[in-house]
């Protein structure tokens, strides 16, 4: 016959679970953390595999939307890839606590592109919340940069760790790690934010006094290996001129000259 659609009470609808009558759930998830309630699935005999169907979050976040069907023949692999999707939902609705364990859970599977990713989230969740260091984060997100190569997964991860070294002062690391991910990224959307992320980190360094705090000398050596990245026009001009001016206050005239040259 047709399709069907139930609507009801928990008790109905595990009803209607338990006498395998469902074969698509309907899922609306409020970013509200109620700490007790009924759960629907308490009454299975067996884990249950569900295949995503599909997901919405709704604007504002105020709701989102999973439907996932019953498939008892399902590939592990797309077991994961639905947990992933379900995690990264969870998140986006502002409930990171619920979509750590789900993260967690299939950053320990053997599938390394779909766990990067999975650790790749829950490393950034625990960095916000404060439950890890900066340093331990760096550690983990550089790690991942060889766990997986060669897609957007790569470059999501570049990205993520070139930002935390900028946000730490890191800036050598920083333009080296932003660098690589535009010269691997080719015409990808993932490269052209990582572009982004590089010349502005650029122009606050140089442009915006971020590369006060560092030796005049040190600030040079910097600026030099990264020249590519000087804008052109009115913006290139006043770095080399702020630049050149530090230097000439610390009597390293030649090198001013130099630079004033470019």
Same mark, same amino acid.
């Given at each position: 016959? *047709?399709?069907?659609?139930?609507?009801?009470?928990?008790?109905?609808?595990?009803?209607?679970?338990?006498?395998?009558?469902?074969?698509?759930?309907?899922?609306?998830?409020?970013?509200?953390?109620?700490?007790?309630?009924?759960?629907?699935?308490? #009454?299975?005999?067996?884990?249950?595999?569900?295949?995503?169907?599909?997901?919405? +979050?709704?604007?504002?976040?105020?709701?989102?939307?999973?439907?996932?069907?019953?498939?008892?023949?399902?590939?592990?692999?797309?077991?994961?890839?639905?947990?992933?999707?379900? +995690?990264?939902?969870?998140?986006?609705?502002?409930?990171?606590?619920?979509?750590?364990?789900?993260?967690?859970?299939?950053?320990?599977?053997?599938?390394?592109?779909?766990?990067?990713?999975?650790?790749?989230?829950?490393?950034?969740?625990?960095?916000?919340?404060?439950?890890?260091?900066?340093? *331990?984060?760096?550690?983990?997100?550089?790690?991942?940069?060889?766990?997986?190569?060669?897609?957007?997964?790569?470059?999501?991860?570049?990205?993520?760790?070139?930002?935390?070294?900028?946000?730490?002062?890191?800036?050598?690391?920083?333009?080296?790690?932003?660098?690589?991910?535009?010269?691997?990224?080719? #015409?990808?959307?993932?490269?052209?934010?990582?572009?982004?992320?590089?010349?502005?980190?650029?122009?606050?360094?140089?442009?915006?006094?971020?590369?006060?705090?560092?030796?005049?000398? !040190?600030?040079?050596?910097?600026?030099?290996?990264?020249? #590519?990245?000087?804008?052109?026009?009115?913006?290139?001009?006043?770095?080399?001129?702020?630049?050149?001016?530090?230097?000439?206050?610390?009597?390293?005239? #030649? !090198?001013?000259?130099?630079?004033?040259?470019?």
């Amino acid at each position: 016959g *047709k399709p069907i659609i139930a609507h009801g009470g928990v008790s109905f609808a595990r009803s209607l679970i338990a006498r395998g009558l469902v074969d698509q759930f309907a899922l609306l998830v409020a970013p509200v953390a109620l700490g007790q309630g009924l759960p629907l699935f308490s #009454d299975l005999a067996a884990p249950t595999p569900l295949k995503l169907v599909s997901s919405k +979050a709704f604007p504002g976040g105020a709701m989102g939307q999973i439907k996932v069907a019953i498939d008892n023949d399902q590939d592990p692999n797309d077991k994961l890839a639905t947990f992933l999707v379900l +995690a990264k939902l969870v998140e986006t609705m502002g409930l990171p606590d619920k979509a750590l364990p789900i993260y967690d859970a299939v950053a320990r599977a053997p599938n390394d592109r779909l766990a990067t990713q999975a650790l790749l989230h829950a490393t950034q969740i625990r960095l916000y919340a404060g439950k890890i260091s900066p340093d *331990k984060a760096a550690g983990v997100l550089n790690t991942l940069r060889f766990r997986w190569r060669g897609d957007g997964v790569e470059l999501q991860e570049i990205k993520a760790l070139g930002d935390l070294y900028l946000a730490q002062g890191r800036y050598r690391e920083a333009l080296e790690t932003l660098r690589t991910g535009r010269v691997r990224g080719g #015409d990808r959307p993932e490269a052209i934010a990582i572009s982004d992320d590089l010349s502005n980190a650029f122009k606050e360094l140089f442009l915006q006094g971020g590369a006060d705090g560092m030796q005049p000398i !040190q600030a040079l050596g910097l600026f030099y290996d990264f020249k #590519d990245l000087t804008p052109v026009g009115a913006d290139g001009d006043e770095m080399v001129r702020k630049l050149a001016q530090r230097l000439v206050n610390v009597d390293l005239l #030649d !090198q001013a000259g130099e630079l004033l040259k470019y």
